[in-house]
């Protein structure tokens, strides 16, 4: 995989939709579409993402630093809480600069 999301292998993962807003309208359905491919192997899990936008002039993206909370511009989070305990968790955030990034 080359961090594309043609690769054939996601075809092979069940796209994942159905997803809620937490801002601005938390509960609602989005007002746009995301779907989310999940791929593993014994040790690593790779995520494919597409985050569709009807004006994607309108996107906020001001943070361009790594390691930094995107709370300020328009973004995607990923949290896994691996001990399944809702206290701990890791934390994965991706703004629209970061053009067909892969996560892992």
């Not at 509960?27 to 009807?54: H, M, N, W």
């Not at 790594?66 to 305990?85: C, G, T």
Request: charged share 30%.
């Amino acid at each position: 995989m080359d961090g594309t999301l043609d690769d054939p292998l996601w075809n092979q993962a069940t796209a994942i939709s159905n997803f809620l807003q937490r801002e601005p309208f938390e509960g609602q359905a989005p007002t746009e579409q995301t779907d989310v491919r999940i791929l593993y192997t014994k040790e690593k899990v790779y995520f494919g993402i597409r985050c569709l936008d009807s004006n994607p002039k309108g996107l906020w993206r001001r943070e361009l630093r790594r390691d930094v909370s995107q709370e300020l511009d328009d973004y995607f989070e990923i949290i896994i809480d691996s001990a399944h305990d809702r206290r701990n968790a890791y934390v994965l955030q991706i703004n629209p600069w970061a053009r067909n990034a892969t996560l892992w």
